[in-house]
């Protein structure tokens, strides 16, 4: 599997084909994908298009996209025009958006060959994809354990050679979990960062488009042609997209690490605690200080999220009444016809999110339940920026947990607690990063969480660069056959 940045490289110099590439991508996905499940939809012809244009350039020496011939993978929650586009769910089963996303449209401009639309949890609800309403997504480490989710389709695409990158979304977690679950990096910018046009949305001030790669290098080439702002999206961030290649000096001489006790305390697998521990002191090792530093409000970030995310949900899914578009199931009268088409069209975790937003929302209890978790969010950020005062990056397990097997965690509390470590930086819209960091004893990969401060992604990516370099554990790949 070579890099996204080690591809274009050898196409510039002749010496590796973007149409031999591409073709090699999708017949190894023709011989693959069926024991991992990471596709929903391969766009064979739209991809092969893609790559002879940018074989076309690479010869003619025309001008170039940064990420011209690049194999990349999309989770299905993206909009794309004239490619079905299901978000994971029965309700939008024969969807086919008549525009693209401002990402999906960025990296085509960039580019890019797009080689499909990867499974997730319905409407992004999950931590495991195995929410997801047409087939289940394995770790390619091991094919009886989940990839993680909501981007598990997006994580195992990558992590399998079934594409060189991939974007997912990160709503509570859902790009650095399954990052760490199958042994890539993942990578979620501050909010806004890069545009929401175009997505599906679950829960609007919490989605952040993500990246995740095999390397720091290929994650900084797809923030760079990806970042910026976007008048299509309200949310966007205007402000200046650095050049997060050229941040990558290898050097971590100066940097003050915080480590928050309250991110290695009960619940954390003793493999992954040593890990971390272990990555923290080779960030030291590299020339970073590093102290303690404490997030008292951490404990209350799981309880606050499924409050804030699960209203929002009530709200952005009441637009999926089978009257515009997606599935429609007839009934005697409208209010029939809408509450058909739900029971039909949503899974049983959307339903329940579904529910409980609404009653947080409901009179009478808007203000004991989103109105009070609002103002603990606000806490939380306190926390955050206090902490930013004394240190640059924090640093701390990704997940509580390594890939746990199918089944495991039917409980849905059980599974809401593996974005324990990822919910806090969420709420807040800091930038934070997963970058392998060693392996358990049963050989399943580790992730060592880096969050930094607001629009400060250049540092996490300089951080988490020096690391990766001075580590074997990003060149560790997954033999699938």
């Not at 794309?80 to 999906?104: E, F, H, K, N, Q």
């Not at 599935?327 to 975790?349: H, N, Q």
């Not at 930013?388 to 701390?396: C, G, N, P």
Request: aromatic fraction near 8%.
């Amino acid at each position: 599997m070579r890099t996204i940045h080690e591809l274009t490289t050898a196409f510039a110099k002749g010496d590796a084909s973007p149409v031999a590439v591409a073709e090699e991508y999708l017949a190894r996905i023709g011989a693959l994908d069926a024991k991992v499940g990471a596709y929903l939809t391969v766009t064979r012809d739209e991809a092969l298009a893609a790559a002879r244009a940018a074989e076309a350039r690479y010869r003619a020496r025309a001008p170039l996209g940064p990420l011209d011939g690049a194999p990349i993978a999309l989770k299905d929650v993206f909009c794309t025009r004239g490619v079905r586009t299901t978000s994971g769910s029965r309700i939008l089963d024969t969807y086919v958006p008549p525009y693209d996303a401002t990402i999906v449209a960025r990296l085509k401009a960039a580019g890019a060959v797009i080689l499909g639309k990867t499974n997730m949890d319905e409407f992004a609800m999950g931590s495991s994809t195995e929410h997801s309403a047409f087939q289940l997504t394995r770790n390619p480490w091991d094919l009886a354990r989940v990839p993680g989710g909501s981007s598990g389709g997006s994580a195992a695409a990558v992590a399998g050679g079934l594409a060189a990158g991939s974007f997912g979304t990160d709503t509570g977690g859902s790009v650095r979990q399954p990052a760490a679950f199958c042994g890539v990096v993942g990578m979620k910018p501050t909010y806004g960062r890069i545009s929401r046009y175009g997505l599906i949305a679950f829960a609007s001030s919490l989605d952040h488009v993500a990246p995740l790669t095999l390397d720091i290098v290929d994650t900084a080439l797809l923030l760079g042609a990806t970042a910026g702002h976007d008048p299509l999206d309200a949310t966007s961030v205007d402000a200046p997209v650095p050049d997060y290649v050229a941040a990558l000096t290898g050097s971590v001489k100066g940097l003050r690490v915080g480590v928050p006790d309250e991110y290695f305390g009960e619940g954390l697998d003793p493999e992954i605690d040593r890990a971390v521990r272990v990555a923290i002191d080779r960030l030291r090792d590299l020339g970073a200080s590093v102290e303690r530093v404490s997030l008292p409000t951490t404990e209350y970030g799981v309880a606050t999220y499924y409050i804030v995310a699960p209203a929002e949900a009530s709200s952005n899914l009441a637009r999926y009444d089978g009257v515009k578009y997606g599935l429609r199931v007839p009934g005697k009268d409208l209010i029939d016809m809408v509450s058909r088409t739900r029971a039909a069209g949503f899974g049983a975790e959307v339903k329940r999110r579904v529910m409980l937003g609404t009653y947080a929302l409901s009179t009478g209890y808007y203000d004991a339940y989103y109105g009070q978790a609002q103002r603990v969010r606000t806490l939380v950020r306190r926390d955050f920026e206090k902490a930013f005062e004394r240190v640059d990056v924090l640093a701390t397990p990704t997940t509580p947990s390594v890939a746990f097997k199918h089944g495991e965690k039917a409980d849905p509390l059980a599974m809401y607690m593996n974005d324990v470590y990822t919910i806090p930086a969420s709420m807040t819209g800091l930038p934070a990063i997963s970058v392998p960091c060693g392996f358990n004893a049963a050989g399943l990969p580790i992730g060592l969480q880096l969050i930094g401060r607001t629009l400060d992604e250049a540092t996490l990516l300089r951080a988490a660069h020096a690391y990766e370099q001075a580590t074997p554990w990003h060149a560790k790949r997954p033999s699938l056959g």
